[in-house]
């Protein structure tokens, strides 16, 4: 005998008889309602967990969106602020280099006149609240 074999004095068994499984079909096993309540449970555990990663994004979801509605208002006041932007420059460069608007613009807001000219200024009509008052 060699030395450390272990199971050498019982070769004959070793040789373990080989079972071939004819049916592997799953089988159905009732556990009662054990078996549905772990169901139940899963599911309840199931919803647990999306109604907490729904309630921990709830906050991000209402900043995201109250953010984009303030962007959109900063883009609609940039939009007005441009308008007037351009109203502005081009009435700037009109009295720059128009001299006919500059004299017209003296008229007007002024009450300027040429030598020779007489200016007639039309006021509104008062109302009786305004003669009231005086």
Same mark, same amino acid.
């Given at each position: 005998?060699? =030395?450390? $074999?272990?199971f &050498?004095?019982?070769?004959?068994?070793? !040789?373990? =008889?080989?079972?071939?499984?004819?049916?592997? /079909?799953a089988? %159905?096993?009732?556990?009662?309602?054990?078996?549905?309540?772990t169901r139940?449970?899963? &599911? /309840?555990?199931?919803? &647990?967990?999306?109604?907490?990663?729904?309630?921990?994004?709830? =906050?991000?979801?209402?900043?995201?969106?109250?953010?984009? @509605?303030d962007?959109? %208002? /900063?883009?609609?006041?940039? @939009?007005?602020?441009?308008?007037? $932007?351009?109203q502005?420059?081009?009435?700037?460069?009109?009295?720059?280099?128009?001299?006919? &608007?500059?004299? @017209?613009?003296?008229?007007?807001? /002024?009450?300027y006149?040429?030598?020779?000219?007489?200016?007639?200024?039309?006021? !509104? =009509?008062?109302?009786? $609240?305004?003669?009231?008052? @005086?």
């Amino acid at each position: 005998m060699k =030395p450390w $074999q272990p199971f &050498a004095k019982h070769r004959e068994l070793t !040789s373990v =008889p080989t079972y071939t499984v004819l049916n592997s /079909l799953a089988m %159905n096993v009732d556990v009662g309602i054990w078996g549905k309540l772990t169901r139940v449970v899963i &599911a /309840l555990l199931v919803i &647990a967990l999306l109604a907490g990663v729904w309630q921990w994004y709830l =906050p991000v979801i209402k900043q995201n969106e109250r953010m984009r @509605r303030d962007a959109l %208002n /900063l883009d609609d006041q940039i @939009r007005k602020e441009e308008a007037t $932007q351009r109203q502005l420059k081009n009435s700037i460069d009109t009295l720059r280099y128009d001299t006919n &608007a500059v004299e @017209r613009l003296a008229r007007e807001k /002024l009450r300027y006149a040429k030598p020779g000219e007489t200016v007639v200024v039309f006021e !509104s =009509p008062a109302t009786n $609240q305004n003669q009231m008052t @005086r």
